[in-house]
């Protein structure tokens, strides 16, 4: 990284939003597949007598698989697009999810759940560019467009898993292969677009400003972006991976109540989300920053210790508030590094799947030994990390840039 780095073309002057909303409804099949992993584990545990431990296995073979390919992808990409990859990395999720419908083994399971993986370490660099390059300069609105919709699959996963795949079984898992083969379908649509727009920004050859951040700032900036994306994601590991085992074991709700209590949460996230970027276009992302992570910790702390309606209703307003981070994070990085749009989706996407994805392992040890209950109680105090971002540069420094 140098301390002046070109900028790559501005392509669409204006927004086009059938492009971020086909990007974005593909972003929500790709995450309610791969949330399937997650709502299935109570099923999952039962029927392979698994221990927490195998569980937190299994969230790591997709996460970490994603997350060391993400990085990659993005940067191979910024140098030579690869506009049907897109469609390539949905049908390597179209391959995991039948084998983990038809897995007759642990091991089966593990390699399925890395397939998924590997389709979403291809499918959010390059869907991120897009969003980006069918912004218009709207990057902030066009981040969380594309972002909600994971987050509504993340939420509708559950939903599914828990009114279909729990009553029918394993084997109902293939059937979201056909989710798998519409999107590629979309994004074998998208993927012309990229490559038409592609070709006419070569063409123009436009060049935008450079930045001026020192290199020490921009690093910095970087590395306190990433501790932030690791206090958020080690959290809502927390939650996506043994929420429903919380409330089971904690408040005595059935599996199909769980599920619904998990959907709640990740409802509130979506929500949170989609307002996050356009907040962030009009006051500067860092304000969302400052929002999301610090302002989230009263609730976590009060959360561990709360019946379960109260549970409930804090569960909604953390989800909501902390996920309204991560499009800024997103915008914030891309503005420091201009030019790396692909690398710097890849390394925030992977780095949230792979810290989601050891947190996962680590803190199913953590329940086995000391109880699911001690795991909340410790993952409250995480949003203090938050504080750090008085030591990003201010939104004023970074479009002066």
């Known amino acids: 990284m140098s301390d002046t780095t070109i900028q790559q073309p501005r392509v669409v002057e204006v927004t086009t939003y059938s492009v971020i909303f086909a990007v974005s409804f593909c972003h929500m099949l790709n995450d309610i597949m791969q949330s399937l992993i997650a709502a299935i584990y109570p099923m999952l545990k039962t029927d392979y007598n698994l221990d927490f431990w195998q569980i937190g296995l299994l969230t790591l073979a997709f996460q970490i698989t994603a997350s060391l ?37 642990y091991g089966v399971l593990v390699v399925g759940a890395s397939m998924v993986g590997i389709g979403s370490a291809i499918f959010h660099p390059e869907s991120s560019r897009v969003a980006r390059m069918a912004s218009g300069g709207r990057y902030g609105f066009a981040q969380s467009v594309f972002q909600v919709g994971g987050n509504f699959g993340q939420a509708i996963g559950p939903l599914l898993a828990a009114f279909i795949v729990v009553p029918n079984g394993q084997g109902s898992v293939a059937w979201f292969s056909v989710m798998a083969f519409l999107g590629m379908l979309i994004l074998t649509w998208i993927a012309r677009w990229y490559k038409r727009t592609s070709i006419a920004a070569r063409a123009k050859k436009k060049v935008a400003p450079a930045v001026s951040l020192p290199r020490n700032t921009v690093v910095t900036a970087l590395i306190i972006l990433a501790i932030l994306t690791f206090s958020k994601n080690i959290y809502m590991a927390s939650i996506t991976s043994y929420y429903t085992f919380y409330t089971i074991e904690r408040f005595g709700v059935d599996v199909q109540q769980s599920q619904i209590l998990l959907f709640l949460f990740l409802g509130a996230a979506a929500a949170g989300t989609l307002l996050g970027g356009p907040i962030g276009d009009r006051f500067g992302s860092k304000v969302v920053i400052w929002f999301s992570i610090l302002g989230v910790l009263p609730f976590t702390l009060a959360m561990p210790y709360a019946n379960l309606q109260v549970t409930i209703l804090l569960s909604i307003i953390v989800g909501f508030i902390i996920a309204s981070s991560f499009p800024a994070i997103i915008v914030f990085a891309q503005e420091l590094v201009p030019g790396r749009v692909g690398m710097i989706a890849g390394i925030f996407f992977g780095f949230a799947f792979g810290m989601g994805g050891i947190a996962a392992a680590v803190l199913g040890v953590l329940a086995d030994e000391y109880g699911i209950e001690f795991v909340y109680a410790i993952c409250a105090f995480l949003p203090a990390l938050g504080l750090l971002t008085i030591f990003l540069p201010s939104n004023k420094a970074l479009q002066a840039s």
């Open 69 to 105: 390919l993400q990085p990659v992808v993005g940067i191979v990409t910024d140098k030579r697009p690869m506009a049907y990859s897109l469609p390539v990395g949905m049908g390597a999720t179209f391959l995991g999810l039948l084998l983990l419908a038809n897995a007759h083994s």
